[in-house]
């Protein structure tokens, strides 16, 4: 094969190829508690998305939105058990990240829920390292070798995946509307290093712009494709 051809080649495989991000977990969804009779409107690898009622938010909602995150932003102790400065480190940069996407996006923040307003939630469902998804280089057969003797001996990073878990309710009764878990990456690591609050950044930025990327999805203006 032409070195030309090779290249091709390994290009579409990068492009094409598996990814080694994990997919969402939907038995440990199923098992939770429904507090509204959700469907399903996004499904993907990385998403799941779902609404109660199928006309947009804005049909009843102004763009004005409460954000309501947890003290801890986790669901549960194990997924990320740090000190209580990493967390408010965290906190304030996620709060941070969203005030900043909805307020760009025209979103009139709230102090506390009112009529008419949209109530955000959002906590951290998972967190997970996989190996770096491999470069073009690697998807060659002999780079493939490599990539995968690196990671067996050590050398070869890892990727920090984060799950966030999205609700959006009624400002004034409380009831659900909407909610999503969407994946999202960090920092690339070493294997044997332990995650850093800061490794988790890009995740929380990543996340904020999705949310505010769905929410946009539901005020188009009237007359929009």
């Given at each position: 094969m032409h070195i030309k051809e090779l290249s091709i080649l390994s290009l579409s495989m990068a492009l094409c190829g598996c990814s080694m991000a994990p997919a969402i977990d939907t038995t440990e969804?199923?098992?939770?508690?429904?507090?509204?009779?959700?469907?399903?409107?996004?499904?993907?690898?990385?998403?799941?998305?779902?609404?109660?009622?199928?006309a947009p938010l804005s049909s009843k909602h102004d763009k004005s939105i409460f954000i309501d995150l947890p003290k801890s932003l986790a669901n549960n102790e194990q997924v990320f058990s740090e000190s209580d400065a990493d967390i408010n480190k965290l906190l304030l940069h996620f709060r941070g990240q969203l005030e900043r996407q909805l307020s760009s996006g025209g979103y009139r923040l709230v102090n506390r829920p009112t009529p008419g307003a949209l109530s955000l939630r959002v906590s951290i469902a998972d967190l997970q390292r996989k190996p770096r998804d491999p470069n073009v280089t690697e998807y060659i057969p002999i780079g493939m070798l490599i990539g995968l003797s690196?990671?067996?001996?050590?050398?070869?990073?890892?990727t920090l995946y984060v799950f966030f878990d999205s609700e959006i309710r009624d400002g004034t009764s409380g009831e659900t509307l909407a909610r999503a878990v969407d994946r999202a990456k960090g920092r690339n690591i070493g294997q044997s290093d332990k995650p850093t609050v800061e490794d988790i950044y890009p995740a929380l930025d990543a996340s904020a712009l999705q949310i505010r990327?769905?929410?946009?999805?539901?005020?188009?203006?009237?007359?929009?494709a």
């Amino acid at each position: 094969m032409h070195i030309k051809e090779l290249s091709i080649l390994s290009l579409s495989m990068a492009l094409c190829g598996c990814s080694m991000a994990p997919a969402i977990d939907t038995t440990e969804l199923s098992t939770r508690p429904a507090t509204a009779p959700l469907q399903i409107i996004e499904r993907d690898e990385g998403t799941i998305a779902w609404k109660k009622y199928p006309a947009p938010l804005s049909s009843k909602h102004d763009k004005s939105i409460f954000i309501d995150l947890p003290k801890s932003l986790a669901n549960n102790e194990q997924v990320f058990s740090e000190s209580d400065a990493d967390i408010n480190k965290l906190l304030l940069h996620f709060r941070g990240q969203l005030e900043r996407q909805l307020s760009s996006g025209g979103y009139r923040l709230v102090n506390r829920p009112t009529p008419g307003a949209l109530s955000l939630r959002v906590s951290i469902a998972d967190l997970q390292r996989k190996p770096r998804d491999p470069n073009v280089t690697e998807y060659i057969p002999i780079g493939m070798l490599i990539g995968l003797s690196l990671h067996v001996t050590g050398v070869r990073d890892e990727t920090l995946y984060v799950f966030f878990d999205s609700e959006i309710r009624d400002g004034t009764s409380g009831e659900t509307l909407a909610r999503a878990v969407d994946r999202a990456k960090g920092r690339n690591i070493g294997q044997s290093d332990k995650p850093t609050v800061e490794d988790i950044y890009p995740a929380l930025d990543a996340s904020a712009l999705q949310i505010r990327e769905r929410l946009d999805r539901e005020f188009r203006p009237k007359g929009s494709a």
